[in-house]
């Protein structure tokens, strides 16, 4: 499976960015879908993620209320809707793919997911 993000760039504070991530194959239904992103100096932060059938989600505190993660499942894409932007949220923000076999709730580790997108950078000027 590849991942296709995109939608990243240079933003003002307080202002929206959409971000978008195209799966290379259809999305089945126990699969899980969502983003993580790395600013620079920090470690790689769970963002948010959702499963594909039920459509439900999960935030990182940090996010809540801001951001907001969807999918289209004719297009096998997800996205991220972020407002309200920070510089704090300045990272590059990588999609991801979980397969999911076992049907297991949503999970922030990035070790449970398979396939991550190359990433796309967001800058948030203050």
């Known amino acids: 499976v590849q991942l296709q993000a995109s939608g990243g760039g240079l933003v003002q504070a307080g202002g929206s960015l959409r971000l978008s991530c195209a799966a290379s194959t259809p999305i089945l239904s126990n699969y899980h879908m969502g983003w993580f992103r790395q600013a620079p100096g920090k470690e790689r932060e769970f963002v948010a993620a959702?499963?594909?059938?039920?459509?439900?989600?999960l935030y990182t505190d940090s996010v809540k209320g801001r951001v907001t993660i969807s999918r289209d499942n004719a297009k096998n894409t997800v996205y991220l809707q972020m407002n309200s932007l920070k510089p704090e949220d300045t990272a590059v923000y990588y999609c991801v793919l979980r397969q999911n076999p076992n049907r297991t709730p949503l999970a922030t580790s990035g070790a449970f997911f398979d396939f991550w997108g190359k990433g796309t950078l967001v800058t948030v000027s203050s």
């Open positions: 959702l499963t594909w059938r039920e459509g439900r989600t």
